[in-house]
């Protein structure tokens, strides 16, 4: 058993008493739970209300991660910090907790984890007390290389404090011999791949970081004057700032607490900037803006082609209400067939029934939605929805709108087959579970039940965007779950790759 | 101080701390804030699942309650109950809670109150042992006269144990001489006023009742052979039950454990039910039926009554989510104006921000709804909701969307002006907070800030229904909220008026 | 099965998932887990700092009753209430605690229960609101004919709220057609059997009662002027109050916010006071003083009678810490052997453990008592305890000196045989498990493996409390743990015997 | 601000909300109050019921610290962690927890901490991943230049992750060169000065350590074979473990799995080893066996040392309890004068009331102890206690006999004043608060109130315990708290100091 395994294994248990979720597989590509989160992050300087902006602007990504939120801020003299459990408007809308939370400046993180394994510990912003000072860091994406690097920096003494890959940055800064604070930070960059948008907190400035590829978003705006950074533009909405422009690939952005904000480029410029195309068709707010174009209007762009792409005679265009909401709109107004709610969702899901038998079990399947009886009753429905992963409420769906009478059910997602992982920050399943990784379209419209089942081309995805067809050479998106065209290093993947290649052949030794 | 006035402070103050909040009008009009609550209730008889079935069915009817909800079961020896704060999901889908409540017999309660008042006492079903045996009652709806029913009880030496009108029909069962236990409750029923459908568990039986005008819906359906009673058709598609009809008014149905169900009429047969019309507008979830209606399609029903009484020249046509979307619908399908989300929902709004200053509770506002700029900018927008109370959000609602560069912003309300608070069971706000109580449609239109405003016509809403022109001798629904028109006395109200004139008389003649 | 086993299973199953812990003969003597405590009572009125006096008033009285405390005061216009699970320190120590308990006038109580069941409801002080207003009563003691009680009211309408017996005063007082709430009080205690001393708040008065033969103690003092109610002087000690003198048997005293004290004799002063004799030789705290006599002294004269009665040879005396100290040094003192400490007591035992297996079992003993090997080794010891009840702790005891390496160990205890169960409040096993109902004291001695056991005897008893051999025609103290002779009827004993000897008749007829 | 006062800043904050008691001298002394606990320590290995012998041992060593309690448990390919704030009564008899810990092996940490600062971070045992496996800490004692090394490993790179002196050994481990996880552990104790008995957990071994001079204990026992370490033997007794022998100074045990345990010393043995005094006086349990003698024993020479060099006639002696028993029995033995309990000690003390006034807080003063009025009324009465420190407990003592009637009441304290503060995990207050620091014995016996005051003499106290006059030249004891002659450096006490003094000189530089 290896070293970070033993602390994997050790920190997992700690009090927490959760359940293990991960399939071989995701131990063979590397992807433990903990190091897959999509999350939001926040930072403000320099404003009297720091904490209740961030509170706000937290609230606003709580899209983005409704695991645990936190909050540190520094007051000129000390930091304050608040990291809890649940949601930011649980934890984080008292007047004594922001109180709390003095100073003028400050960062925040809403966390999103795939399995039971967030233990208070690993709730950002991550703090150290280092050699200049105090740090504190909020993390959105994923890294490839941490689990090398944890390795190393353990041979060398570093001793972990979480099982985030994010703390890498930390002791990277922690041992570097630059001078000044954002000296260390950058220095840190050097041997970290992966992707990542960082907000960092020190005694001097806030400090905004953004991948080499622009692969996470980062956008810079200001409210009474003080420079704010946030995941999407919908959080600068809430709290009344102006968006002032989206942080570059490789762009490291020093905000002072006097408003002025100074620019330095860790890493050159890449030529062709690669953003995650999963942030406009599923991570985004619709009412965020992405590189000045709506989010709302370009997921109905999508649903506009998708109806033209694959057209269909049917009674009803539906969502799967809210994700499929304006692809629906644009997929109705394309093709003319009204739009209806033949699905009605429950703001009430919390947490999973255990049913006690297959019987209820089966029923269960309409907690989160039910069939409108009223409107689906001898119809032919198009579904529409913008991505499809595991099939397995699609197929629950299905069933439960033929129960309820329809006469046919017509799936349209608005995006191509996910047929790949991710290892940026976003919670794809292993390959295994990815219906469309084993299953052609047809395969999966049987298994699904669905009348006919089609997606949205690749082609079809990029020019809806107004990128014109895709260019393989230099693609202008991270799009690798399409295509498998990963724009870093997999050097975590690689290693655990070897490995499990090593530990195969022993046993075969070892049986032979 | 008045004997049940002491103990409705006391037992306000026992461990729970909440805040008043009733204004002095509520106290004139009786409308004491424990007094005002929508619920859903749920049984089952001769099911070997039914902890489960009613947990599944009280989260289908969730939308009822969120506050509170209670199960209690009954398997042939003993009674088992859990009562819990916190929404049905949240409680009562652990298998180790539902083994616990053992039996093939039970009901289940999910509650709304307007004030902080929910103590774990005052959750429903209540239970109590009586001469007869044990007895549970789930109540959804409000009774007229239960202050004066309690003075009485408490003159003559019963013992209240929680807050609630409900606890009047069970402590006249208790005194009842009836012989057995459907004979007590039925004897109950004769004092009391008001609006009530019930779910009653005894030794024997489940016992359904819905008062004399049918005010509070409830339904009946069955199970594999088991029948259920349930406040609405929707929570029958959640356990796959097949719906039978509703309960009449003032009858009382005994459903037994072998099946079979046996009807007794507590009051003669009214010639005119009166359901209450706000269940149709407002109350019951889309994907239920109600009089053999689906509630979506009745809904949208009113959006193109109202598109045709109240036509305007725009862009976009919008719901405010998720209230007014099957009206918006309606009315975008009459109109031939585009549907779009002019608003984007936030699914996190849990607790309310405690916001420091002006400037942030202004950008509060953004944290439900927020406006979707990339759809809004220089649009005509019409705004469809399903009703409108205070006119406090719609006011915000109309600034954020000029804010974020609506051209005009038209709302079109789906049902007519709210004038009078309602008694029997939905939380109306006093008099004085109803916008429309003191203000002509003009005023109201220049208070929220939008270009017009317009609301459907009683007679429209009558006819959408399907129902012709409202019949002012006899009416087919319970509208007073419209009409001022209620269709029990109101003897609590009367007494409370009559102390308070009384009282303002002793204030004139003491200052004279 | 009847009424009041139904509203008590229910009960007892409310979310506290209790464990069942009462034996078949429990049930048979209708010794109900719940009506089986000690508990300790306190009132004050007419002090500004009520609350802040009552909260230290049951802290002195801690020893009677751990499992629960509550408060209630009276400020003039309205009742405050608080009750909690676990320790006076623990729950009424914060200062926002006791300014949220407003007013002049309280009663506390604090609550011991042998089981599980101390769900918040059974709490005391209980409260209702009757016809007169509201009532807030505390009980220590027990009654004989609850169960019957109970019964009869439930027939005729009543509702009960908790499991207690002490609910029966409350049910009778509201029934009563007295004018007063005084009149109501006495009117309430006609039809009751048993032991009682009581704490009555109303808005008028704090009243205190006491059994008719005196069973339970109850005394009054005053502090700044301000008449106090007590079960024990320990109370007035703490908060600097004097003692004024005990209730006599069968009085209500009246006291009033002016510091006058009203007194009424319910039933006519007995010839015969029998004042719990239990209370002298085990429950009331050293320091306290009973019919004038220092408690502390009157058990090391126990101690020195000992001595004198069952003399023996030994190197050292040791107590049983802390039951055992007084009597132990009163026994060193007469014997002239040296006092030491052969057990070393753990402040720290809180919850029992749970052992995995035998082995740890037995060198659990360990954990309350451990044996001083220092002072033990080599030594014959003389063990002294106020009382000997099961015999477990004793035989365990007993090995643990032996494996230290005592060279013998004698038991002495301060009282004679425990042959008979109580039905007064005091929580004595079921006879089966009273090692002395069923064995010899050789046999006992046997048992425990001790080299000699001796206890004193009754008439030794009595001698040295001063009061010459004990009368039995006319005996000064309740000693039927002794004796077996009750000082009141067992009705419901009574009834429940009747009934298990018919169902062991049916039984016999059956299976003929 | 310097770094790690950064860091202690900002943890002290982390959602604890501790109230800060350190005043200003305790800063000045580097007695930062997070670094002053005395501990209990266990571990134990080869044992199939390993995590359960701890929780026994643990709870034999709760006197030693009641805040929080850990075990970590190893089961050949895993570590197992609960550590939680309490008693170990209250988290670890749960058959569930404790089976949760697997494993033949494990370690067990019971702490102590003055302040409120217990966060769950700085809960032991610590655990941290290296380069070699797991490591697992858990430290009884205090390190003298732990802020020191803190700064310089900072400096160099190191996180750390708690605010405890104990994290400096996991620090130098994780950064030493060495190859085995021995070779790390003694590698790590070059660098420190102070106080420290530590039980380490690997993967290979579990390793017991004893500081160069033996300041704090360590005992090693057998159980089934299996080697057990422990702070005293009380903690053998309770799982029926064997004494073998004391660790002795500078010596690491390394106990291995099959039961043999190697030895090795990491600094040569002293000459004259220095166990702490007080572990005698005061620490331990009166039934532990320390250099061979009972700690009762002991006490007990003590108390009759004393009174012979400082005799008293009276009426009575009496402890101070539970502390002053065994002395007081010695003093009662030696004099002649007859032993009683002039107090009685509540066992239910819990949290400090927070008085509202001082009428009552005077009251208040007999919560913890109540003066037994039938004892000490018109007595002349010899207290005797193990200690006095602050004074204030003694003069409130002293009041509350009197106030009971008490003639005279005489102090008799068996050992010498304590002048000065310790730095070894002894919680003295600052010299401020230690009243023999700034009285002499007639000035402190004035502010007590008392007839007479006398301590025991050093020398006495040497030779009570068998040991001749103290030798200044080569004391056998640490005894700093009587005589200022610490043991180690004070690095830390020496850096405050400097800079406490270049902050005075700016200060007046400034002013001048």
Aim: charged residues 25%; hydrophobic residues 40%; contains cysteine.
């Amino acid at each position: 058993m290896s070293p970070n395994r033993w602390a994997a294994a050790f920190l997992k248990r700690e009090n927490a008493k959760v359940k293990r979720q991960s399939s071989a597989l995701a131990e063979l590509y590397g992807g433990g739970p903990k190091l897959k989160e999509e999350c939001g992050i926040f930072g403000i300087i320099g404003h009297p209300q720091a904490a209740a902006k961030i509170a706000l602007g937290l609230h606003a990504l709580q899209h983005r991660g409704q695991e645990a939120a936190g909050i540190i801020t520094w007051d000129g003299a000390q930091f304050y910090s608040e990291r809890h459990l649940g949601l930011v408007s649980d934890n984080f809308t008292e007047t004594a907790t922001l109180d709390g939370l003095k100073g003028h400046a400050g960062i925040g993180h809403t966390r999103y984890s795939t399995t039971g394994d967030t233990v208070v510990r690993n709730i950002q912003p991550l703090y150290a007390d280092i050699d200049r000072g105090g740090l504190g860091i909020a993390h959105n994406g994923n890294l490839t290389n941490a689990r090398t690097l944890r390795k190393e920096l353990i041979r060398k003494g570093s001793i972990f404090q979480t099982t985030t890959d994010s703390e890498v940055f930390m002791q990277l800064a922690a041992l570097s011999r630059g001078i000044t604070m954002v000296d260390k930070v950058i220095d840190s960059l050097a041997s970290i791949e992966g992707a990542y948008a960082l907000c960092i907190l020190t005694q001097h400035s806030m400090i905004g970081v953004r991948d080499p590829q622009g692969i996470r978003p980062l956008v810079l705006g200001r409210v009474d004057g003080a420079p704010v950074l946030a995941s999407e533009t919908c959080a600068f909405d809430v709290i009344g700032a102006e968006f002032e422009r989206e942080i570059n690939p490789g762009e490291v952005v020093i905000c002072h607490e006097d408003g002025t904000v100074e620019t330095r480029q860790a890493f050159p410029a890449p030529k062709h900037p690669r953003p995650c195309i999963f942030e406009l068709i599923y991570f985004a707010r619709p009412n965020s803006f992405v590189d000045g174009q709506s989010v709302y209007e370009m997921r109905k762009k999508l649903g506009r082609k998708l109806a033209k792409e694959a057209p269909i005679e049917a009674d009803i265009v539906s969502p799967i209400p809210d994700s499929g909401v304006p692809a629906a709109i644009g997929f109705a107004q394309k093709s003319g067939i009204p739009y209806e709610m033949a699905l009605i969702r429950s703001h009430y899901s919390g947490r999973t029934f255990i049913q006690p038998d297959q019987a209820i079990r089966e029923a269960g399947v309409a907690r989160k939605h039910s069939a409108n009886l009223g409107v689906v009753k001898g119809k032919r429905v198009v579904l529409v929805d913008d991505s499809l992963v595991r099939g397995t409420t699609s197929r629950k769906i299905t069933r439960m709108l033929r129960e309820a009478g329809a006469k046919e059910v017509h799936f349209r997602i608005a995006c191509p087959p996910i047929v790949f992982p991710d290892f940026y920050g976003i919670d794809t399943p292993s390959r295994e579970e990815l219906m469309a990784a084993s299953h052609s379209v047809d395969e999966m419209c049987a298994k699904i039940g669905a009348d006919s089942l089609a997606f949205l081309s690749l082609d079809g995805l990029y020019k809806a965007f107004g990128k014109g067809a895709r260019d393989d050479e230099a693609p202008v998106f991270t799009d690798h779950c399409f295509t498998g065209d990963y724009p870093t290093p997999l050097t975590d993947q690689a290693q655990a790759h070897n490995k499990a290649v090593i530990e195969q052949l022993s046993l075969l030794a070892e049986s032979s």
